[in-house]
């Protein structure tokens, strides 16, 4: 019988993400991953809860990932070796404290072994039109715990207000509390659905640095599929990672989720699908 070596013999894996997933439908590891490969990213994804589809439908089936499993799958990417050389992480939907708290002390460990490692956290804890779907507790332990680990943070409008216990109506508002957040790691903020223009249909995104802001708008899009955040975060990675500029990066993620959500409705699709490249 083959046994397997848990030296990792030079294999790089380029993104570690953590965040949901699900059976049926385009969010979190199951919108990421495709979008990550796609620029030829080799991805290990660590699913936090496992759907059999988005709770927006009629049913639903499936759930959390027990406690005991997920720092299972944390620890035996430790064992393998697969930990100390990747190229990113990103974290996305996490549903509980729990998994907030395992993942800080993970990412300590990481940060000890691999110091330059870029982490991207997209704060998952709701949205201006249904408020909070998660735990509102997770917000302290994003806060207190999650986000001084950090390089770079994706909220939106809400999930901002949220870490900064603040409700964000003006730009400098804004600006201000994306700027609070930035530390010693933390090098960037970048604020989706920041600002809604009803007249011009249109949303803007905020790219907050110590120095400078950056602002890019798009077209505002009623209804749009699930996913296009998840989506966004995982484009905007493989941008970084390709050596792309912040704020270029930021343009072609945003470019590449409004291409994707006209690319599903074209298609007729319910979930959202990603855009074809001769499309852009």
């Not at 989706?192 to 602002?215: G, L, N, P, Y």
């Amino acid at each position: 019988m083959f046994q397997v070596s848990d030296a990792a013999g030079g294999e790089i894996i380029d993104v570690i993400s953590v965040q949901s997933q699900v059976v049926y439908g385009s969010v979190g590891n199951s919108i990421a991953v495709p979008a990550l490969r796609r620029h030829g990213l080799q991805v290990v994804a660590v699913p936090t809860v496992l759907l059999s589809n988005t709770p927006h439908y009629a049913s639903c089936y499936g759930g959390e990932i027990p406690q005991p499993w997920f720092e299972g799958y944390l620890t035996a990417l430790a064992e393998r070796n697969l930990d100390s050389a990747v190229r990113a992480v990103v974290l996305g939907y996490l549903k509980s404290t729990d998994k907030a708290v395992t993942l800080a002390r993970w990412l300590r460990l990481m940060r000890e072994k691999n110091p330059q490692m870029p982490v991207i956290i997209d704060p998952v804890l709701g949205d201006d039109d249904s408020g909070f779907y998660v735990d509102p507790q997770l917000a302290t332990h994003y806060r207190e715990q999650l986000a001084p680990l950090a390089t770079g943070l994706t909220p939106n409008r809400f999930e901002l207000g949220c870490l900064c216990g603040a409700q964000l109506e003006s730009d400098t508002e804004i600006i201000d509390a994306a700027r609070s957040l930035l530390g010693a790691r933390t090098e960037w903020v970048v604020v989706t659905s920041a600002t809604r223009d009803e007249a011009r249909r249109s949303m803007q995104v905020f790219c907050v640095t110590a120095k400078e802001t950056f602002i890019t708008e798009h077209p505002h899009y009623d209804n749009p599929p699930k996913g296009t955040g998840d989506l966004f975060t995982a484009e905007l990675t493989a941008g970084l990672l390709d050596g792309v500029p912040l704020n270029k990066a930021v343009e072609q993620a945003s470019l590449f989720a409004q291409q994707s959500v006209l690319a599903t409705r074209t298609l007729g699709m319910r979930e959202l699908q990603l855009a074809r490249a001769e499309a852009l």
